[in-house]
């Protein structure tokens, strides 16, 4: 039995030496891109037994077999499936795979896996692996060929696509409106009246006052003497026309009445801007009364001129009119015409209330531009018949020489005529020829049903024709959201010089009952065209992986094109797969048949482009094996070197 531990001593060194073998590759390939380690596993051999077990009998108990080991023999070298942590490169054709899956390669005859996608561009213009040439295989089977240079022809636009907001508030369409920038008022002046009194009545008694004066104040305004003479009013009465002469005072009117003895004094302003108030002058107390007034403030009053107020009562009078006088009437229709013409006030003439000049102007202007009004706020209002865009005005002023004047109020635009509410963008629609058309997009409200719109597209392209310009029926929800284009269509068409067939292009407002496209929302216009799927010509720039292993090549008309896509391929066992050197590996039956695929497909992992796996051995994890390999095989060496020294001593038994 001693020679047996000299044989398990021996499949120790024999088990141990792979197990460094193995851990030593592992530590060889520690840099090597897309490397799976290895782990080894042990298994003992065959035990001598001498003795079998047996069960209990009776009052003896059971015994455990006696069996004595034989020595251990290396019983795997498994691969390491785990993923190693990818690494940027920079360039545009290393790929990684993050999770399960392997490239393939081809060397013509025999698919290779790997995890390593170090490719490039051979001579031919394959797609290869750098490390030994072998080409890369897409997801159809065939190599992949990368093309040198290539032209990716021009796409026309078939649809144009909508975001954006059309206000929901209406605006227009609003026809022109002109009128008085104020209310014209019907105003009285501020108004006494003196009366004669006493026994020398209907005549003035103001004897014991000759030689004195009152005071007026007109409107607010600076004191103003009136006198009574001496030589006038010292001898004896007068009649009330004698006493209204000596009130020279600017602002006032002054009318006598001798029959009756009274004395009425009016402003010549009117309205409640006008007053006028009298004061006794100095050492002349008892002469307002003697005239039978007093020192009490009055204004005048003021009221909403209407039809019926005569032209001469407004309190933008200056001066009265009198018949004869002459007012300008003078403007643009809202068709940008000119009009003008003269009224004249007087009873005997065209007449003298504002319902007068009303007509006079509705007579002037073109009947069928516009109508003039006297509205309830007492304003001059000329509306434009139309809605729309206008250049309408209206003037009033006075002649100059009238003996009566007015300080006539401007006129302004209080409404601007606008047309129906419209929004409008552009874009550009490419042909198939590659051409770009400038397109105007207009959408404009209806004017009976204000929640629906029109598209109606223009171009100035001079060689453009746009055969079907219009989208009608543009209809929204309640909410604001998209509802329908129920218009019938919702395609536009165009003919273009050179090219036979129309070009359709569709309208995408969005989806009906959200707000993914087109809403109606709000005051503001937002509305834009965002995109459109036509492009221009464009030539190969550079080509690169997308994360689902397709080869997309980038063009300088900034769109790109799938060249082809890498295959995949996923295995059942994929620690059954068998090394055939340069980080390749092959089929073996126990790794089942390869399954063909695409990354993120068929739980293939995704392709990082401008990336490399880096080896997945953990070189601490190593250090440690080596270590107890180290150990292992130092332990079975010492067993060989121990039963030689027994050995040597039962050979010196007999001397």
Known sequence: MVTTALYTGLSGLRAHQTYIDVIGNNLANVSTAGFRGSRATFSDLMSFTVRSGSAPIGSL??????????????GTIDTNTNQGTLQDTG????????GRGFFTLTDGNQNFYSRVGSFGIDANRNLVDLRNGMRVVDSTGDVISVPATDTLPAQPTSRIAFQGNLPATVTGPLAEIVETASALKAGNPAAKTATAGGASAPLFDLTAYAGKSVLVSVNGGAQQTVTFPSATFGGAPVAASTVA????????????????GTI???????????????DDGPQANGLLQAMGLNAQLVSGTESTAVSTTDLGRLTARITGYTAGDQISIGGTNANGTVFSDTFVYGAANDGTTLADLV????????????????????????????KGEATMSLFIGDAAGNAGKNSWPSIVVSQQGTDADSATTSIDV?????RTHPVTLTFTRDLVDQDVWSMNATTDDPTATITQGSIGQIRFNDDGSFNVIGGGSNTLQFQWAGIAAGQDVRIELGTSGTFDGVAQLGNNSTIAAVDQDGYLAGTLLNVGFDTDGRL??????????TIAQLRVTMFTNEAGLQ??????????????DPIATTANAAGAGMVRAGKLENSNVDISREFVNLIEAQRGFQANSRIITTTDEILAELMNIVR
């Open 359 to 386: 007509a006079f102007i509705n007579n002037t202007i073109d009947p069928a531009q516009g109508t003039a009004e006297l509205t309830a706020e007492g304003k001059i209002r000329l509306s434009a018949d139309d």
């Open 552 to 561: 997309v090549g980038y063009y300088s008309n900034g769109q790109n094109s």
């Open 61 to 74: 108990g059971g015994q455990n077999p006696y069996q004595i080991g034989t020595g251990t023999l290396m």
């Open 264 to 278: 009425q004094f009016d402003t010549v302003r009117l309205g409640a801007a006008s007053s006028v108030k009298f």
């Open 245 to 260: 002469a000596a009130f020279s005072v600017a602002g006032l009117q002054v009318t006598a009445n001798d029959g009756a």
């Open 579 to 592: 090394r055939v050197g340069d980080t390749l590996f092959a089929g073996s039956p126990n790794s089942d």
């Open 430 to 434: 490419i042909d198939a020829m590659g």
């Open 91 to 98: 360039r545009s054709l290393d790929v990684a795979l993050q």
